[in-house]
């Protein structure tokens, strides 16, 4: 099946730096990439839908300014926690959709972000 | 809004049994319906993807039904081994054009006794 990367996999930050998380589908190709939170014991809750080459839709209640998406490429897309705070720690799990096919999604082994 | 809901929370089963994972929905257009399973600490990988225009997908032991216009899924599992831990997850995609989001259950977490 196909397979979608992220890294790192955990990190561990000082509150008020940025973190970048990268995820990357290795073997297909993804107009559109999807940012997930996840709080233990918690579902998936959508934080943002990337689209190659465009600005990324936000969900509501989901700060733009602190949560950078930039999906450069077919297979490429990142996200940037701003200025992180501890409340931000979370696992974060990216998606992506393969271009071709049923529309299938396929999921990231997720980060651990940890803000000290 | 859509709303998508596993029943039950938890279910614990002696290995070898057959069991049920429920999910329902209230909006009945959907595209698709994807069940996945996600392991502590882990990512989601995913099981069965069931179209809209179909009623069941099957994968070795694992077997999902969908009847769309009640708003229901099971994912069934046979012959149930402990590796099969894990929590379930249903979701569902909006049939809206331009609707890409999936919409997640809250989850079964499985357990199975060996």
Redesign the interface.
């Known amino acids: 099946?196909a397979v979608?990367s992220?890294h790192p996999s955990w990190v561990i930050c000082k509150s008020g730096t940025s973190v970048k998380i990268e995820c990357r589908s290795l073997d297909f190709q993804a107009t559109?990439m999807?940012w997930y939170r996840q709080f233990p014991k918690q579902?998936?809750m959508?934080m943002a839908?990337s689209n190659e080459g465009s600005k990324a839709t936000y969900e509501q209640g989901v700060e733009k300014d602190k949560f950078l998406i930039n999906h450069a490429s077919l297979t490429l897309s990142t996200l940037t926690v701003t200025s992180a705070h501890p409340e931000d720690s979370s696992?974060y799990?990216c998606?992506a959709?393969d271009l071709i096919g049923?529309?299938?999604?396929?999921?990231?082994?997720?980060t651990?972000l940890t803000v000290t | 809004k859509q709303e998508v809901t596993q029943i039950p929370a938890a279910l614990s089963v002696p290995e070898g049994e057959n069991l049920v994972l429920n999910c329902s929905f209230t909006d009945s257009a959907i595209?698709?319906l994807?069940w996945?399973r996600q392991d502590p600490?882990?990512?989601?990988?995913?099981l069965l993807?069931i179209?809209s225009s179909q009623r069941e997908q099957t994968s070795g032991r694992l077997n999902a039904s969908l009847d769309k216009s009640s708003g229901r899924s099971t994912l069934y599992i046979a012959a149930s081994q402990p590796g099969d831990s894990a929590t379930y997850?249903c979701?569902v995609?909006a049939a809206n054009f331009g609707n890409?989001?999936?919409t997640?259950?809250?989850?079964t977490r499985l357990t199975i006794i060996p």
């Open positions: 099946g979608v992220q559109t999807f579902s998936l959508l839908t696992f799990i998606s959709r049923l529309g299938e999604q396929y999921f990231g082994p997720g651990r | 595209y698709n994807q996945f600490g882990k990512g989601l990988t995913s993807l179209q997850l979701a995609r890409e989001k999936l997640f259950g809250t989850g």
